[in-house]
């Protein structure tokens, strides 16, 4: 058990740029969670997959952002045109169903300039 | 919807206090999570509570459950500097889904 692994850590983007952002679960999880966090704030719910299919997603997730689990197992967001406000950390997490804990990954930052 | 309120949101005090920090709900969870923060850094699980009542330690940390399923606690006991950080509750709701308290930002002083 490797825990939530994300990548790139960090990722420094002009505006108007596309970025995406990969997630690798613990195995065997079958929920994963993408959370957008800004500094002094608490994560902020984005979406969420069961397998591959993606269950809900938050009014946060504008049509710039879309989201992928394509085989169950690890997960991609991928912001388009990149705009200034979206700089965040943004989370992974992921919960095996019928268990109560959700383990987070590190985290990536991101940074539009 | 669901809300927690975590208070307070700032704390600062002297290595060797004891702290409490409560996050509340008019809400039932079927389990509270808490998670330390740190600066550039995703939360790091500190424990799961699950059965209304319940109290885990974690070393000088000691988490409670409420009878209702609807608060928890956070007790800290002799603070050390390297307590120092911000740490988050968070309900599971509906779905699994976290219900996030706004976060304890704690500074031990040496």
């Known amino acids: 058990d490797t825990g939530v692994s994300q990548n790139p850590r960090h990722k420094i983007t002009k505006r108007g740029q596309n970025v995406t952002f990969r997630c690798d679960p613990i195995?065997?999880?079958?929920?994963l969670y993408w959370y957008r966090q800004t500094l002094g704030q608490g994560p902020e719910f984005l979406t969420y997959?069961?397998?591959?299919?993606?269950?809900?997603k938050s009014r946060l997730l504008s049509d710039r952002f879309s989201a992928e689990r394509p085989k169950g197992s690890f997960s991609t967001l991928e912001i388009q045109r990149t705009e200034q406000g979206d700089s965040a950390m943004y989370l992974c997490?992921?919960?095996?169903?019928?268990?109560?804990?959700?383990?987070f990954g590190e985290g990536s930052w991101l940074t539009v300039v | 919807t669901q809300l927690l309120e975590q208070s307070p949101q700032f704390l600062s005090i002297q290595e060797g206090e004891n702290l409490t920090v409560y996050c509340n709900s008019s809400?039932?969870?079927?389990?509270l999570q808490w998670y330390r923060q740190e600066p550039g850094e995703g939360p790091v699980l500190l424990v799961t509570?699950?059965?209304g009542g319940e109290v885990k330690k974690l070393k000088r940390l000691t988490f409670q459950f409420g009878d209702a399923r609807k608060d928890s606690s956070l007790h800290i006991t002799a603070a050390q500097p390297g307590d120092t950080g911000l740490y988050l509750c968070?309900?599971?709701?509906?779905?699994?889904?976290?219900?996030w308290g706004a976060g304890t930002k704690l500074i031990i002083k040496p």
């Open positions: 997490a992921s919960s095996f169903l019928g268990k109560n804990t959700i383990y």
């Open positions: 195995s065997e999880h079958n929920r």
């Open positions: 997959f069961q397998n591959e299919a993606q269950l809900e």
């Open positions: 809400s039932v969870f079927s389990s």
């Open positions: 509570v699950v059965t």
């Open positions: 968070a309900g599971v709701g509906s779905n699994y889904q976290l219900i």
